[in-house]
């Protein structure tokens, strides 16, 4: 079974609608991070989450807000979706080392707002 | 601040023959560098990471990259490609602050036979 699971791969939805993007992970890992990837703009950053009461906002966090149900659950929900939300979204897990921390991303879900 | 520049979007090579995905850095700090890839339709996936070692780093599948402080680069090489080496590769640079990752914009790898 995949170490960080996203739910769900694929969702097409209306201007306007509020939806929700879940991500679970069993690495065991406090820190948590959802991105938008772009074509030509890489990933960048909405929110993070240092563990269940520590969450904060990225670079591109408008639009966005976000649940830590639990150190394994980290959920994005759009409010009021719009057209240029519409992206590919990744949710990933970090795992501090001695020196850095490495992500660990899950397979993506790929969002269209009409 | 930190930032990152692939200095190609696409890269096309022939199958057996080298691959060189080059990358350029800026960082205020001493930093961590990270290759991933990203197959069609699939998550990313972690090829290597330099964090103060040894300068000459080796990933999965082959690759390996080389950290130049003089010149502030990243680049990415394989000595053969394979036609599952078709993917998209992004160049990451932390400051090891927290977790911040800056990502490149990807150079896309078409592998012909």
């Known amino acids: 079974d995949a170490d960080v699971t996203q739910t769900p791969r694929n969702r097409i939805t209306k201007t306007g609608k509020r939806i929700m993007l879940e991500c679970s992970q069993t690495?065991?890992?406090?820190?948590m991070y959802w991105y938008r990837q772009d074509p030509g703009l890489g990933l960048r950053l909405i929110y993070y989450?240092?563990?269940?009461?520590?969450?904060n906002k990225g670079e591109i966090s408008d639009g966005y807000s976000v649940s830590r149900q639990a150190q394994a659950k980290f959920s994005l929900s759009l409010e009021s979706a719009i057209p240029n939300q519409t992206a590919l979204y990744f949710c990933?897990?970090?795992?501090?080392?001695?020196?850095?921390?490495?992500?660990?991303f899950g397979p993506g879900t790929r969002l269209l707002v009409l | 601040a930190q930032s990152v520049t692939q200095l190609d979007s696409h890269v096309s090579v022939s199958e057996g023959t080298p691959v060189l995905l080059r990358c350029n850095y800026s960082?205020?700090?001493?930093?961590?560098l990270f290759w991933y890839v990203q197959h069609p339709n699939k998550g990313l996936q972690l090829l290597l990471k330099?964090?103060?070692?040894?300068?000459l780093v080796k990933g999965i599948n082959g690759f390996e990259a080389e950290f130049k402080k003089s010149e502030t680069s990243f680049h990415l090489t394989k000595p053969s490609a394979h036609m599952s080496d078709a993917a998209e590769y992004f160049c990451?640079?932390?400051?090891?602050?927290?977790?911040?990752?800056?990502f490149g914009a990807g150079t896309q790898v078409v592998v012909t036979p």
């Open positions: 990933a897990t970090g795992s501090r080392g001695v020196r850095t921390e490495t992500q660990y």
């Open positions: 690495k065991g890992h406090d820190r």
């Open positions: 989450s240092f563990d269940v009461k520590d969450i």
């Open positions: 960082s205020s700090y001493s930093p961590s």
């Open positions: 330099y964090t103060s070692a040894a300068t």
């Open positions: 990451v640079v932390s400051d090891n602050s927290w977790g911040k990752l800056q």
